[in-house]
């Protein structure tokens, strides 16, 4: 157990519908990371949160947006939901966000939309 | 940027060997860390073991160690004494050092069964 929650673990919905992840990081981590898995674009990184603001941003689509909360937990939101959006997500979370602090990962939300 | 590449699609050891999964990098990053993560059929990502690139060191973790050849840019994972819980699907990751900016960038994984 990396101590990094997230939920639901498993979505289904339609499309052009919207959703919203959740993520809770360990106990004391500051740095929240949302990572997209699938088959054809294997592990993308989508977006980097540190305390409450935005800290880096990769390959996330328009139709996506991401925040982090004063209590640190964070929320995906997927809108306009497409065949393709269908993925395992990732939360990700370290201390503060340096580059070699090691980043532990949830337990992952599976979605799929149909 | 940053580009990881796992030849080994898929790897077969036979329980109790050691085996060795392949990575290598590409990099214009001076500083940076290069990470190796498990994810089982159950689909979490485990984190194994990191390795710095200023490290002279190889790292180890139990039974994991890192085959650290700087000049070659490779990062192989050796798992010594394989176990049939060591099945699963591996990733090597790597991230710049020295900054804020947490993107890890993954390989495309290398699948290993253990046999019994």
């Known amino acids: 157990d990396s101590g990094v929650t997230q939920t639901p673990k498993h979505l289904i919905t339609a499309t052009g519908q919207r959703v919203t992840l959740r993520c809770s990081p360990r106990?004391?981590?500051?740095?929240v990371y949302w990572y997209q898995q699938s088959l054809d674009q294997g592990l993308q990184f989508l977006i980097q949160?540190?305390?409450?603001?935005?800290?880096a941003k990769g390959n996330i689509l328009e139709r996506f947006s991401a925040q982090q909360f004063p209590d640190l937990h964070s929320e995906l939101n997927l809108s306009s939901l497409e065949l393709g959006d269908s993925a395992l997500y990732f939360c990700?979370?370290?201390?503060?966000?340096?580059?070699?602090?090691?980043?532990?990962f949830g337990p992952g939300t599976r979605l799929l939309v149909l | 940027a940053q580009k990881i590449t796992q030849t080994q699609p898929g790897m077969f050891v036979q329980e109790k060997e050691a085996v060795t999964l392949d990575c290598t990098y590409d990099?214009?990053?001076?500083?940076?860390?290069l990470f190796w993560y498990k994810q089982p059929s159950s689909g979490e990502m485990i984190f194994l073991i990191y390795?710095?690139?200023?490290?002279?060191q190889n790292a180890t973790e139990g039974r994991y160690s890192l085959n650290f050849q700087k000049a070659r840019k490779s990062a192989n994972l050796v798992i010594s004494a394989s176990q049939l819980g060591d099945s699963a699907m591996y990733f090597c990751?790597?991230?710049?050092?020295?900054?804020?900016?947490?993107?890890?960038?993954f390989g495309q994984g290398t699948i290993l069964t253990v046999h019994p």
């Open positions: 990700a979370s370290s201390v503060e966000g340096a580059g070699d602090e090691t980043q532990y």
């Open positions: 390795q710095g690139s200023y490290d002279e």
């Open positions: 106990s004391g981590d500051l740095s």
């Open positions: 990751a790597m991230r710049k050092s020295g900054t804020s900016y947490g993107k890890l960038t």
């Open positions: 990099t214009s990053d001076q500083s940076y860390g």
């Open positions: 949160y540190y305390n409450g603001e935005e800290r």
